[in-house]
């Protein structure tokens, strides 16, 4: 085989193995997403629990990349406090061992893994495309399809890299005399190659593919997987440079460089007894057959080893990085919205954050009706502020609707499930209805500016029959909020819509009172601005009925 094909050959397999992992990425994700999300959400009460959520959702997603930039999203939104998100990276480090374990399994099989991958492809493909099953067997069938590229892609890579000439081992053999030296090469190579191709497992692939062909040896392969391991962070640093990222995304990102540098360091500082202790570990003697082996045990003592080291001083860890990377002075009020391209790799998991945007803006819309409620009853005496502050609300908001809309419009394009489609529609149409919340607040708040910049004074009686109507709308907003994750039941919407009702009730009984104030010679324009002030708050109702509407067609789980 000329170097060129050899070269090819070993492209196509990494190809493969990645489309592979991919495709099998993509089909747990279809099959298991929200439980996935719900993993990552309710699992991080602690440190220890933050390590099993994180190990978890990287087993499913076979991508600790794909972990850590979710992660570094979830910290900016505040999703998770940078405490928890250590915990998840620690975790991430661990569950991305597996990988090692399934490419060192196949190696040392007694079976063609090349003639496995055809009937595996072909059982996918079927349960793949069995329409009387549910959508969760048919997301599996793609996951099984995937696996099968995964094992195709790792017999081109094995078939790919030949068998050592004797020129070859001598200058492999100089090369690791040179010792520390050869180990550090083989570090920032490792680091580089990973950096190159965005994936260590790939890179796993790679070295285990050299040792067990007997290319490299067992010290080599080490380096190169520790090296591995600093490259993997790139994709959580590309995501914290990223516009829009906050400090405690930078720290988490640079938690996570830290975090496995430093492990790399104290491993090459006891280089030699910490390969004793893998050989130890491992059953047998070390030869190219059981290779594989070595090195999958290497890569999870490692980071297992690196975990519990620094799992107690995790608060401490904290405090180090807050140090590190300061707090930027004058940092906004109003975060900025971050949703990432990278999240499009993972868009069944992506929705989480998408989730916590949309928690934001009804808060939002919350915050805006309770300070008009605070406004009317105290009448400031500096309107100018206030409209400062309701107008950058509501801007705010026209940001989020912006950037929530592109970001679900981009997740419905992606490969989704049925019922996870459905929910990006019902969550593209809440989004809508919050932000048209938001603009009959600032509506509201010019209103009382115009009374106020006038002299207009309502009179006792319609001052307070406006506080009933306030009640229902700032009690209904409350109604939806609580259940804007988790849709409502038939009885909940019944519930609805007899808030709706009384809200309606409300509007109809003011109005009718105004009316008859000027028949008896109230103030006309004072009047007429209080029904304009009936009528917005009764519109607040009318859209949060329809997103209580909404709620009700969210698909069951």
């Not at 079976?111 to 996918?124: D, E, K, N, Q």
């Not at 490692?302 to 590190?324: E, H, I, W």
């Not at 950037?403 to 529609?425: P, W, Y």
């Not at 406006?466 to 009640?471: A, C, H, W």
Request: charged share 20%; aromatic share 8%.
């Amino acid at each position: 085989m000329t170097i060129a094909m050899m070269f090819l050959k070993l492209l196509g397999g990494l190809a493969l193995f990645m489309a592979g992992m991919e495709r099998t990425s993509d089909g747990i994700q279809k099959a298991a997403g929200e439980r996935l999300q719900n993993t990552l959400n309710f699992m991080t009460k602690n440190s220890v629990m933050g390590v099993m959520s994180g190990a978890l959702v990287t087993v499913a997603v076979q991508s600790s990349s794909a972990t850590t930039v979710m992660l570094i999203t979830f910290v900016n939104a505040g999703l998770l406090t940078l405490k928890q998100g250590i915990g998840v990276i620690m975790g991430a480090n661990i569950g991305t061992t597996l990988t090692g374990w399934i490419i060192a399994g196949v190696g040392i099989a007694k079976f063609s893994i090349a003639a496995m991958a055809v009937p595996l492809f072909g059982a996918g493909f079927f349960m793949s495309g069995a329409k009387r099953r549910s959508e969760s067997f048919r997301s599996y069938g793609q996951a099984l399809m995937g696996l099968a590229l995964i094992f195709l892609g790792l017999d081109f890579i094995g078939a790919a890299i030949p068998r050592p000439s004797p020129e070859v081992l001598l200058f492999l053999q100089r090369f690791s005399g040179m010792g520390f030296i050869a180990i550090a090469l083989a570090v920032v190579a490792g680091a580089v190659f990973t950096i190159l191709v965005h994936a260590s497992s790939a890179t796993m692939a790679v070295v285990i593919a050299m040792a067990a062909q007997g290319l490299i040896a067992f010290e080599l392969a080490a380096a190169l997987t520790l090296g591995a391991n600093i490259g993997t962070t790139i994709d959580a640093f590309l995501a914290s440079i990223s516009a829009g990222a906050s400090t405690n995304a930078k720290r988490a990102a640079w938690a996570h460089i830290l975090f496995n540098v430093l492990g790399t360091v104290w491993v090459i500082i006891i280089f030699k007894p910490f390969i004793n202790l893998v050989n130890y570990v491992v059953p047998g003697e070390l030869s190219p057959s059981n290779m594989g082996m070595h090195i999958a045990m290497l890569h999870t003592l490692f980071n297992s080893l690196n975990t519990v080291a620094l799992l107690p001083f995790v608060s401490q860890y904290t405090n180090f990085l807050c140090r590190l990377i300061p707090e930027k002075p004058g940092e906004s009020e109003l975060r900025a919205i971050y949703l990432p391209k990278t999240l499009m790799d993972t868009p069944e998991l992506s929705l989480l954050q998408a989730r916590k945007e949309i928690g934001d803006m009804a808060a939002l819309a919350r915050s805006m009706f309770s300070r008009i409620r605070g406004d009317f009853e105290a009448d400031p005496m500096d309107f100018a502020t206030e409209i400062d502050w309701f107008t950058a609300k509501e801007n705010y908001a026209d940001i989020m609707y912006e950037e929530l809309s592109k970001f679900l419009l981009a997740v419905s394009n992606s490969d989704l499930s049925d019922k996870t489609r459905m929910r990006v529609g019902i969550k593209l149409r809440i989004v809508s209805e919050l932000e048209n919340i938001t603009d009959e607040c600032l509506s509201l708040a010019l209103l009382l500016k115009k009374k106020s910049s006038k002299g207009l004074v309502f009179e006792n009686e319609s001052f307070l029959g406006l506080k009933p109507l306030s009640d229902h709308v700032e009690e209904f907003l409350a109604f939806v909020a609580d259940r804007l994750h988790r849709g409502i039941t038939e009885i909940e919407l019944s519930m609805a819509s007899e808030m709706e009702n009384e809200i309606d009730e409300d509007k109809r009984r003011l109005k009718k009172l105004a009316r008859q104030r000027l028949k008896e010679g109230a103030d006309v324009r004072a009047e007429l601005l209080y029904i304009d002030f009936v009528r917005h708050m009764e519109k607040i109702g009318d859209y949060a009925y329809a997103i209580a509407g909404e709620l009700r067609n969210f698909p069951s789980r």
